[in-house]
């Protein structure tokens, strides 16, 4: 009798094992895929210069200087230039931040 109690028992692991292991061990995705990398306009706080580069913050540092003066920009069409736009999570809420396919 105890024989078949531990058969059982381990029979029993097997089976709970078996059914936990893909959803213990699951693969999972890259967290961002090279095709679904953020591209946003930034202007320099300092030239007005504008830059289309990878969303990597509030604020970037500058291609040529290295300094610290890139914000995210929006497109004023009244003045039809680049100005500093809001903050990245009012972006977000406003629909300004779009996926743009990587070549």
């Known amino acids: 009798m105890k024989d078949m109690r531990l058969w059982g028992a381990i029979l029993g692991l097997v089976i709970a094992s078996w059914l936990l292991y893909p959803s213990v061990f699951a693969k999972r995705p890259p967290a961002v895929e090279n095709d679904d990398v953020i591209v946003i306009h930034y202007v320099c706080r300092e ?6 580069l990878p969303l990597a913050g ?3 540092e500058h291609p040529e200087t290295g300094r610290q003066t890139l914000v995210p ?3 004023d ?6 100005r500093p736009g809001p903050p990245l999570a009012e972006m977000r809420q406003m629909g300004l931040l779009q996926s743009v396919p990587r070549d």
Request: aromatic share 16%.
């Open 47 to 52: 030239s007005g210069k504008v830059f289309e």
């Open 58 to 60: 509030e604020c970037c």
């Open 73 to 75: 920009a929006i497109y």
């Open 77 to 82: 069409a009244r003045r039809k230039k680049w």
